[in-house]
């Protein structure tokens, strides 16, 4: 599988972004996303099981983001709002294989004050 992520910009506190990550073979796999900020380790943020049954997100972003998947349009989305400064990173979307982990090539999330 090879993961496609989009959706990233410049935006400012308390705005709103809608990251996508696709796939032609997404709806087969557990999907998660991953950030990491300047000069950070990488970071979980969220996860969604292949059929949208169980999602989980950090406590950072609770009430805040939320993961979902569209089949029709294979793609699942992160919806963040009232984004924060401490959200500015590069997001990437993540798959496991049976010989390893998938990663998308990051989409740049930049909030400013």
């Known amino acids: 599988v090879q993961l496609q992520a989009s959706g990233g910009g410049m935006v400012q506190v308390g705005d709103s972004l809608r990251l996508s990550c696709a796939s032609s073979?997404?709806?087969?796999?557990?999907v998660a996303w991953f950030r990491q900020s300047p000069g950070k380790e990488r970071e979980f943020v969220a996860s969604?099981?292949?059929?949208?049954?169980?999602?989980y997100l950090i406590n950072d972003v609770k009430g805040r983001f939320s993961i979902s998947r569209d089949a029709a349009k294979n793609a699942v989305y992160l919806q963040m709002t009232n984004l924060m400064t401490m959200d500015t990173a590069v997001y990437y979307c993540?798959?496991?294989?049976?010989?390893?982990?998938?990663w998308g090539q990051g989409t740049l999330v930049t909030v400013s004050s």
């Open positions: 073979a997404i709806n087969n796999y557990d």
């Open positions: 993540h798959t496991m294989e049976y010989d390893g982990a998938v």
């Open positions: 969604t099981s292949f059929n949208g049954g169980a999602t």
